[in-house]
């Protein structure tokens, strides 16, 4: 997202909002925003080692991710997100909002499907390509088998979310290569299922340089089963104000933003697709209900 600027092209050359984590002015990128209180639902963290060691967690957990993804992947569904400003009092003050619906084309490819984008009113900040990047594949973050190599991933605890029995851990990238988008934060994950609930957390690299800079904030995502295996992506809450330096003949701005997105409509792509879990094909959901089914942590 990049800051708005409609005066003189100096300051339109001067916005952007995008992230930045692992980069060489931390403690300034640290500054770079403010977090806002996101919704609560977390019990106390339980900071004894686990029975299992932690890296044998880690490649059970990647393991189902990495199915979870293939599974997702046979899935049509429709994504509504919504980025405000708010001003001084909290009312909002621009919005973008935009209604994709994520299907198949005729040649079974899968596309984005505009369903409604009204009129852009935001005023004070743009949205930037890393904006329309997160809101596609940050936010309902997946961490597979092939995702690990490139994260530090630490042990936190065992804490439960609402009322479901998790493992913590903190994710962050080992190095920012170029044009991509990773996970700084923390990943809560179903003791029994093996698969991540909540991700809270930033997309990183900000871009922080005086002029460019390009920043986000904070975000929660939550999961829902759908099918009774695998968890999927509901709700993304993101809130935080953004501090934008000044230069360039302006001067510097703060920016409450604030970020929604909701996954509806999960439907099975195809009559003969088939996805297995743990060997074994997964049933329809008219076909096979599991107890767990509609189970999720609190928004």
């Known amino acids: 997202m990049r800051i708005g600027v409609w005066i003189t092209a100096a300051i339109l050359a001067a916005g952007a909002i995008t ?19 996101l919704d609560a639902g977390f019990g106390r963290m339980d900071l004894s080692a686990p029975a299992i060691p932690p890296e044998q967690i880690i490649k059970e957990f990647s393991a189902k991710e990495t199915e979870f993804q293939e599974a997702l992947s046979h899935y049509t569904y429709r994504r509504v997100a919504r980025v405000q400003t708010l001003d001084d009092d909290d009312k909002v003050d621009g919005e973008w909002y935009e209604v994709d619906d994520v299907v198949f084309d005729s040649d079974g490819k899968r596309t984005e499907h505009v369903v409604a984008a009204p009129p852009n009113t935001l005023t004070r900040v743009m949205m930037s390509p890393s904006d329309l990047q997160d809101i596609q594949r940050g936010y309902p973050f997946v961490l597979t088998s092939a995702d690990v190599p490139e994260y530090d991933i630490a042990y936190v605890g065992r804490q439960k979310v609402d009322e479901i029995d998790c493992y913590a851990f903190d994710v962050r990238p080992k190095k920012i290569e170029k ?4 996970l700084e934060g923390r990943i809560w994950v179903d003791a029994t299922d093996l698969q991540i609930v909540v991700t809270n957390g930033r997309m990183v690299p900000d871009d922080t340089r005086k002029g460019k800079e390009d920043l986000h904030p904070p975000f929660m995502t939550w999961r829902q089963q759908v099918d009774g295996h695998y968890w999927f ?9 953004l501090h934008f330096s000044s230069g360039y003949g302006y001067m510097a701005q703060e920016v409450h933003i604030r970020d929604t997105v909701k996954y509806t409509d999960y439907k099975r792509f195809g009559s003969s697709s088939k996805i297995f879990y743990e060997g074994e094909e997964v049933q329809k959901p008219d076909q096979k209900q599991d107890q767990k089914q509609g189970q999720k942590p609190k928004k």
Do not use: C, L, W
């Open 19 to 37: 992230a930045q984590g692992k980069n060489k002015d931390k403690d300034k990128d640290r500054d770079s925003f403010s977090p806002m209180p």
């Open 179 to 182: 044009n991509k988008r990773y």
């Open 233 to 241: 992506p509901v709700y993304t809450k993101g809130e935080g104000i």
